[in-house]
């Protein structure tokens, strides 16, 4: 069965960090880049960060740009999203997505976990 | 930023009948390997989003053919030919040609 299951949210203050993971099954994770998503009854679905599969390719939306970090580690199956300098509007469900193997144009999102939730607040 | 504007927002519709959503893309999403690159997406409550259309029109392996996908340049449209009471939740378009990757707002799906 393919999974993705993300942890490692919670409570935080405004000004504090959290680091987000994401453990992948049932797929080869190595041959794919990956992505970061959030999501807000406000501001609806916010791509945040992609990763390509060997980490060589990394961006950010400018939301989150200098305080996020988006990293893999393709032996443990695992991604990640450090946050730092954690604001009240990044309070949202983080979902960690499957995106496309390499040489490809268009993107996948095709898999996605169930969502973790992060809330900033003091 | 690619802005992707849908409508309606709210869509209230009778079991059996169609449904059609409109997603209109502030730029062009063609690349220059021809292809058009937009996604929709199903989200029912308390789930996480299912890919059921990419590249406008191709459709997902196990989404049910009364799902369907058009346009063009800048106007898509995804057609439901008969609503069915799991076709409720929030539907939404992505636009996976330009940096930064950008979701429309989202049109909500109820049975009347």
């Known amino acids: 069965d393919v999974q993705l299951v993300e942890s490692g949210g919670g409570l935080a203050q405004p000004g504090g960090s959290l680091r987000l993971s994401c453990t992948v099954s049932g797929f080869t994770f190595s041959s794919y880049s990956m992505v970061w998503v959030r999501q807000t009854p406000e501001k609806g679905l916010e791509w945040i960060s992609y990763i390509g599969e060997r980490s060589t390719t990394i961006y950010y939306a400018d939301s989150v740009k200098g305080r996020f970090s988006i990293s893999r580690d393709n032996a443990k199956n695992s991604l990640y999203l450090q946050m730092d300098s954690l604001r009240a509007e990044d309070t949202a469900v983080y979902y960690c997505?499957?995106?496309?193997?390499?040489?490809?144009?268009?993107?996948?999102?095709?898999?996605w976990g169930q969502g973790t939730m992060v809330t900033v607040s003091s | 930023d690619v802005v992707l504007t849908q409508s309606p927002l709210s869509l209230p519709v009778t079991l059996g009948q169609p449904a059609s959503i409109s997603c209109r893309s502030s730029q062009s999403l063609v690349y220059s390997d021809g292809n058009t690159y937009l996604i929709w997406f199903h989200q029912r409550p308390g789930q996480s989003p299912r890919r059921l259309i990419y590249?406008?029109?191709s459709r997902d392996s196990g989404v049910p053919d009364r799902f369907s996908g058009s346009g063009s340049g800048t106007d898509f449209t995804l057609r439901i030919s008969r609503v069915e009471a799991e076709d409720v939740g929030v539907y939404y378009c992505?636009?996976?040609?330009?940096?930064?990757?950008?979701f429309g707002g989202g049109t909500r799906v109820e049975i009347k």
């Open positions: 997505v499957r995106d496309r193997p390499p040489a490809v144009a268009g993107h996948f999102f095709d898999l």
């Open positions: 590249k406008v029109s």
């Open positions: 992505m636009q996976d040609r330009h940096w930064p990757l950008t």
